[in-house]
């Protein structure tokens, strides 16, 4: 099954390895520095408008900046709203 990640990006429910919020990600010394570890690297797509980023997801391959929260990601994977 697939997960929508925001900005018509799909990934496969299976392949998703993490998905932080990014509001709290902040506060927290390790996942800031995933984060900007990540970003130095330049292996994060930003499927967003600057500044509306909300949630990061890591999947097996690749690492997306989403416009939709961690919760509302949440209930999508746990829904029937999945495609």
Request: charged share 25%; net charge positive.
């Amino acid at each position: 099954m697939f997960l929508h990640i925001g900005n018509n990006i799909m990934v496969r429910k299976d392949k998703i390895i993490l998905v932080l919020d990014l509001d709290t990600a902040g506060s927290n010394q390790i996942s800031r520095s995933l984060l900007n570890k990540m970003m130095k690297k330049g292996n994060v797509q930003n499927i967003t408008e600057k500044g509306k980023e909300k949630s990061f997801v890591m999947t097996d391959s690749e690492y997306y900046l989403s416009p939709i929260s961690s919760s509302t990601l949440m209930k999508r994977s746990q829904s029937g709203s999945i495609l």
